[in-house]
């Protein structure tokens, strides 16, 4: 006697339900959130120069969303978040900078610490242009 369940049709039927049953049981990742671009220039006092140093932003909303900058010879950056994507999420940010050995000597303790740094951004929905002036 011929079993029905046994056959060749029957049995891609059911692995068709099934991958239509995980797929959506399966949670779906979520993109990434929109980013816009941060960009500025960091000058120091003394026309000494800022390559090098590293600037990081601290999102004061979602910490996954904390950004960083490397400075170019010409003393400008571009922050970036995600490393697929460049840009900031929009909010409110706390900003401190690090140096490397190559620099030392270049950046006063204060800006090495948010909150010593005094320095703030609020991203918005838009190209955002951020100076930094360093005593």
Do not use: H
């Amino acid at each position: 006697m011929n079993n029905p369940f046994r056959s060749p049709a029957w049995r891609a039927a059911c692995l068709s339900a099934l991958m239509v049953l995980v797929a959506g049981c399966t949670k779906k990742l979520p993109g990434l959130p929109t980013t816009y671009p941060v960009t500025g220039k960091v000058t120091v006092a003394g026309d000494k120069s800022s390559e090098g140093l590293v600037i990081g932003f601290k999102c004061l909303e979602t910490e996954s969303y904390n950004g960083s900058a490397r400075v170019k010879p010409d003393g400008t950056y571009s922050a970036g978040a995600f490393p697929t994507a460049a840009g900031l999420v929009p909010g409110e940010y706390e900003i401190w900078l690090e140096q490397s050995a190559a620099v030392a000597g270049v950046l006063a303790d204060k800006y090495k610490k948010t909150e010593t740094s005094g320095l703030r951004l609020t991203v918005k929905a838009e190209e955002n242009k951020f100076d930094i002036p360093l005593d």
